[in-house]
T-cell receptor
Framework: GIQVEQSPPDLILQEGANSTLRCNFS?????LQWFHQNPWGQLINLFY???GTKQNGRLSATTVATERYSLLYISSSQTTDSGVYFC????????????FGKGTTLSVSS | NAGVTQTPKFRVLKTGQSMTLLCAQD?????MYWYRQDPGMGLRLIHY???????AKGEVPDGYNVSRLKKQNFLLGLESAAPSQTSVYFC?????????????FGPGTRLTVL
């Protein structure tokens, strides 16, 4: 099955710093999503991005499907950005599940 | 729209007890999923459904059963709970349109089996 690897596993930042999170996957996909799991355990959809680039405020994401990786950029980080960021990919079959990476734990201090 | 809702939010069971987790979605999505999340890990698929009346096994199906009698509901059952089933359970739903099928998740159910 598809393997999903996220790096780095942990990241500690000062408020205001920028960061890049990476997701590598081992096979072609037709679905790629980034999630933020906040300290209360909620999974928040950040991006649906099987290819291309998207931006939403301080966050942006780029997926290069042909090279099997995706990047999540966080600019001017805030303490509320703390939590775990998951990359999840879907194989090329409609209706099948997402395969999750193990996540990047981000801690932003003031 | 409430999106994806899960009932209950928390539950404590004793080994051998049974229970049912309810997932409901009001987005008219065809596909629904049950995942579990264990400490320090991403989510893993338990069972899923591609439509009313259909279910299929995922990566970690043992010890669980599911039913999809209505399009908007997906039930996860534990017949005889074991401590290894202590976890946070997430339900999700999606639809497919022109190759687009973003998944949306519920708030989770935290289950402890003693």
């Amino acid at each position: 099955g598809i393997q999903v690897e996220q790096s780095p596993p942990d990241l500690i930042l000062q408020e205001g710093a920028n960061s890049t999170l990476r997701c590598n996957f081992s096979d072609s996909v037709n679905n790629l999503q980034w999630f933020h799991q906040n300290p209360w355990g909620q999974l928040i959809n950040l991006f649906y991005i099987p290819s291309g680039t998207k931006q939403n405020g301080r966050l942006s994401a780029t997926t290069v499907a042909t090279e099997r990786y995706s990047l999540l950029y966080i600019s001017s980080s805030q303490t509320t950005d703390s939590g775990v960021y998951f990359c999840a990919v879907g194989p090329r079959e409609a209706g099948t599940a997402l395969i999750f990476g193990k996540g990047t734990t981000l801690s932003v201090s003031s | 729209n409430a999106g994806v809702t899960q009932t209950p939010k928390f539950r404590v069971l004793k080994t051998g007890q049974s229970m049912t987790l309810l997932c409901a979605q009001d987005m008219n999505h065809e596909y629904m999923y049950w995942y579990r999340q264990d400490p320090g890990m991403g989510l893993r698929l338990i069972h899923y459904s591609v439509g009313e009346g259909t279910t299929a096994k995922g990566e970690v199906p043992d010890g669980y059963n599911v039913s999809r009698l209505k399009k908007q509901n997906f039930l996860l059952g534990l017949e005889s709970a074991a401590p290894s089933q202590t976890s946070v359970y997430f339900c999700a739903s999606s639809y497919e349109s022109g190759g687009y099928f973003e998944q949306f998740f519920g708030p989770g159910t935290r289950l402890t089996v003693l």
